[in-house]
């Protein structure tokens, strides 16, 4: 069954690549994590929208700004529940402080993390540390996949 959700222009070829490498893990709870510009809340918003349609549960949703003193609160709401997945829409200048906080928590992954392409950048690796990106996988916004590989942006079909 196909989900409509009332998304943007272009933006359903980019959530139905989220939506297939999130199917494709088989999770039995998402949280959904992302920063605080439009673009971002409005992907994160479409997810969870098409997730819950399809009978997926999501557990946190959680916002962050581009710049901030630690993002600890958000990286704890983010890992609450130990999800089996998490799903991001962010963009890189906000990745680049939230994913380091992330991993400092000891209980999130960047492989078991999807994205969306806003974070399908090459130089992600080196703004963000190789630790808060090897693994992490995504949707382009033409729907092909993209992964981080031996701290590369690597694209697939």
């Known amino acids: 069954m196909k989900t409509r959700v009332n ?3 272009g933006l359903d070829a980019e959530l139905n690549g989220v939506l297939r ?34 009978g997926g549960h999501v557990g946190a949703v959680v916002s962050w700004p581009q710049e901030a003193a630690s993002w600890l609160r958000p990286a704890c709401r983010l ?10 829409a962010d963009e ?8 380091p906080r992330l991993v400092a928590t000891g209980v ?27 693994g992490m996988r995504g949707a382009r916004a033409d729907g092909g996949l993209w992964l981080v590989y031996d701290g590369r942006l690597v694209a697939a079909g």
């Open 7 to 9: 998304l943007s222009a």
């Open 21 to 54: 490498l999130v199917s494709q893990q088989h999770p039995l709870l998402v949280n959904v994590g992302h920063g605080r510009s439009a673009a971002s809340a409005d992907r994160a918003r479409a997810f969870v929208e098409a997730w819950e349609a399809v």
């Open 79 to 88: 890992v609450a529940g130990h999800p089996d997945l998490w799903v991001v």
């Open 92 to 99: 890189p200048e906000g990745w680049k402080g939230m994913g």
């Open 108 to 134: 999130w992954r960047p492989g078991r993390t999807v994205a969306f392409a806003s974070l399908a950048v090459p130089d992600l690796p080196a703004l963000a540390g190789e630790e808060a990106t090897e």
